[in-house]
Every structure is written in C-alpha cells, then in structure tokens.
C-alpha cells in the first residue's frame, strides 16, 4: 500500500510537471497573471487523480485469479 502511495505522488508531480507550462500560459492568457493557489491545485488534483488510478486499479490480479 505504501508503494502505491510513493508512486501516485510521483506519477502525479510528473503529470503536473507535464501541464505546467501550458496551465501557466492559459493562466496568464485567462487571469493577467499566474496564481500560486491556482497552481498548487493542479499540482494536487494530478497527485489526487494519480492516487484514484493507483488504488484502485493496481495491483492487477494475476492470470489465474
């Protein structure tokens, strides 16, 4: 279980990591001005949505279960 949390958190900066530059623009096109609140939740909601995938799809049941 511990696993699964390491790795949501990293699957989820990395996701995060992936959509700053475009979040950062379409801030910055939509409000004048990035927000740190604003992109704190994504980087959150990415680390939350990691963590749904993970807990619930892995571990995968084996071939014969």
């Known amino acids: 279980m511990l696993s699964q949390a390491v790795w949501s958190v990293i699957a989820g900066l990395a996701l995060s ?12 096109r939509r409000y004048g001005a990035p927000s740190p609140m604003r992109l704190f939740g994504l980087v959150m909601a990415a680390v939350y949505g990691s963590a749904i995938i993970a807990y619930t799809l892995f571990p ?3 071939p014969g279960s």
């Open 17 to 28: 990591g992936v959509a700053f530059v475009p979040v950062l623009v379409w801030q910055y």
């Open 60 to 62: 995968l049941p084996g």
